[in-house]
């Protein structure tokens, strides 16, 4: 079977965002164009890390290009997409690695999920091996989601994503632990219900 890509060269809208209720949620990076919508499934951390990277990188295309690269050193807020996913939210695959690039040519942010794969292997060199291996088949690797963003996109994409990460469940203010509803058993109140 060879590789599944689903590609978005440019997606009319690329976000993230989740399902559920906060300390039950379930992030998701979804791309569209026209009618066609892929989802893929993904960690807290890895929104949060792919929108601060992402927001390095367009620092750094700015500063190498003295300012001249078509990248806003900020979201513009009149284009920051705050509308939900777009439903029925069907996953393609639980992400396992991404990857980011600018391509200087065209002036787009390359954003890269591929499918979360389990591989077996008796040492760490294997392992190793098995690994590079995959990541270089592009015929025969696990699917992955590769959209390509213009600068405004892809700034308005780490903006959102933040602030989704940002909308889970308020800090406990002793402890920094995430609050629940039903209660929250704080470690610095020696296990005494707030």
């Not at 091996?129 to 994409?157: C, I, K, W």
């Amino acid at each position: 079977m060879s590789r599944q890509v689903f590609l978005y060269d440019p997606p009319d809208r690329f976000v993230a965002g989740t399902v559920g209720l906060p300390g039950r949620r379930t992030f998701y990076l979804q791309a569209a164009a026209g009618t066609r919508v892929t989802s893929v499934a993904l960690e807290k951390t890895q929104v949060a890390a792919l929108a601060e990277r992402m927001d390095e990188l367009l620092d750094e295309v700015v500063r190498r290009s003295g300012g001249s690269a078509s990248v806003p050193a900020v979201a513009p807020a009149d284009i920051v997409d705050t509308e939900p996913l777009r439903t029925p939210v069907e996953e393609e695959f639980r992400v396992g690695t991404m990857a980011l690039a600018w391509d200087g040519s065209d002036q787009r942010m390359v954003v890269e999920a591929q499918a979360l794969v389990e591989l077996e292997a008796e040492t760490e060199e294997d392992l190793a091996a098995a690994e590079e291996q995959m990541l270089q088949d592009e015929e025969n690797g696990p699917p992955v989601l590769r959209v390509r963003l213009t600068g405004v996109q892809a700034r308005s994409f780490a903006k959102r994503a933040l602030e989704v990460v940002d909308a889970g469940r308020p800090p406990c203010p002793l402890c920094s632990l995430p609050l629940d509803p039903e209660g929250h058993v704080c470690p610095r109140q020696n296990g005494y219900r707030r």
